[in-house]
Structure formats: structure tokens, C-alpha cells
Antibody, heavy 120, light 108 residues
Framework: EVQLEQSGAEAKKPGESLKISCKGS????????IGWVRQMPDKGLEWIGI????????RYNPSFQGQATISADRAVKTAYLQLSSLKASDTAVYYC?????????????WGQGTLVTVSS | DIQLTQSPPSVSASVGDRVTLTCRAS??????LAWYQQRPGEAPKLLIY???TLQSGVPPRFSGSGSGTDFTLTISGLQPEDFATYYC??????????FGPGTKVDVK
């Protein structure tokens, strides 16, 4: 069974940085894209970016380029999302997501979400 | 960039109703469209991919259709657990993606 286990909720102050994690299990981590989605309070879903762990090929939503950094550690089968210079508007739930190999081109697996709260 | 619009933004319906939601892309996405359901407090759940393929385990009352720029999600016989928000997502530019703004289905 595919599982994406995310790190716990975070409370940060404006200007601080943050790195949240997503550990994949039940599948070949290196050979599947793994990505991140943001959901601000009572708002819709926004695709942030995605990485292919085997070669670290990374793509970003232009709206998040420069604000978010995605990385992966193949040894521990974990993907990361780093956000720097946090603002109150970064308050959101962040989901890690995985599209399966093949024709699906959709996110069949989701992490449980990590709530990030940015407040002074 | 490919933009997605969804209509209506919200719809009120009753159990047993047939509900049709629409998603329109700003350019031809060659059938690479998925639909998700999100209940409050939960992570989204994949319902349909490649415009019309039902994800494993999803009830057959959900169906998807469309091509080019216009797509629909139909719920035939709305059930109490179907009151939720539905998002479309384009994957023509895989491995980059984009979501639509969502349609909320609530109780009439």
C-alpha cells in the first residue's frame, strides 16, 4: 500500500524559514514523481511543484518559483518542501502528492497534510 | 500557462439528484483532466483521470466526459457523502499541473 507520511504541524513567525517532509513507502520512491500542493484556509488547491528523486529533476509552478524549494533524499525515501522568508499568507495546509507511473497523470496518493501557521 | 475555470462555483442539490459539474481549459488539454473530491477536513481524493477513467474503488455513480477544452463530472444519484468540493486538474503539461478553483456541492 502506498503511503505518504508528512511531518507535523508547524508554527512560525514572519521572516523565518521552514522545511517540511514527506516519507514515501509501499512503492519505488526513486522512480516516481512526488510533489506538493498548497491549500490556504477555506481556499482551493494550488500545485507548488514536483521532483523526480532518481535524478532530482524538479519543476515549479511559476507562482512559487523562488519562494519554495523542493528536494528529495533517496536514502531515507523522503521529499522536502522548504519555504523561506515566511509571511502570514504562507499559512496553509501543505499536502505531498504522488502521481503513479503510467497513464493516470493524476495524484492517486496524498499525504495527510501539514498545517503551517505563520503569525507574529 | 493553462488556466482552468469551473462552473458553477457552487450548486445546491438533494440526495438522489443528478449533478453535473463543468471544467473548461484555456486551451486543448488532449483529455488530460482529472477530478478530485474533497470533504471538509480531509485530503482530496482522486475520482476520475484521463477525463473519463474511474479511479479504482470510486463508485460508478461518478462519471467523467469531455475532450479538447470542455469537460464534465456527473454524479448520478447524489449520496449524503457526496456533499463536498470538487476540483478539476489538468495534466497536459505533465509533470506540471494546475487545478481549477473548485465547485462546492451543498445541501438544498
Amino acid at each position: 500500500e502506498v503511503q505518504l507520511e508528512q511531518s507535523g504541524a508547524e508554527a512560525k513567525k514572519p521572516g523565518e524559514s521552514l522545511k517540511i517532509s514527506c516519507k514515501g513507502s509501499g512503492y519505488s520512491f526513486n522512480n516516481h514523481w512526488i510533489g506538493w500542493v498548497r491549500q490556504m484556509p477555506d481556499k482551493g488547491l494550488e500545485w507548488i511543484g514536483i521532483i523526480f528523486p532518481d535524478d532530482s529533476d524538479t519543476r515549479y509552478n511559476p507562482s512559487f518559483q523562488g519562494q519554495a524549494t523542493i528536494s528529495a533524499d533517496r536514502a531515507v525515501k523522503t521529499a522536502y518542501l522548504q519555504l523561506s522568508s515566511l509571511k502570514a499568507s504562507d499559512t496553509a495546509v501543505y499536502y505531498c502528492v504522488r502521481p503513479p507511473r503510467g497513464a493516470a497523470r493524476a495524484f492517486d496518493s496524498w499525504g495527510q497534510g501539514t498545517l503551517v501557521t505563520v503569525s507574529s | 500557462d493553462i488556466q482552468l475555470t469551473q462552473s458553477p462555483p457552487s450548486v445546491s442539490a438533494s440526495v438522489g439528484d443528478r449533478v453535473t459539474l463543468t471544467c473548461r481549459a484555456s486551451q486543448d488539454i488532449h483529455g488530460w483532466l482529472a477530478w478530485y473530491q474533497q470533504r471538509p477536513g480531509e485530503a482530496p481524493k482522486l475520482l476520475i483521470y484521463a477525463a473519463s477513467t474511474l479511479q479504482s474503488g470510486v463508485p460508478p455513480r461518478f462519471s467523467g466526459s469531455g475532450s479538447g477544452t470542455d469537460f464534465t463530472l456527473t454524479i448520478s444519484g447524489l449520496q449524503p457523502e457526496d456533499f463536498a468540493t470538487y476540483y478539476c486538474q489538468q495534466a497536459n503539461t505533465f509533470p506540471t499541473f494546475a487545478f481549477g478553483p473548485g465547485t462546492k456541492v451543498d445541501v438544498k
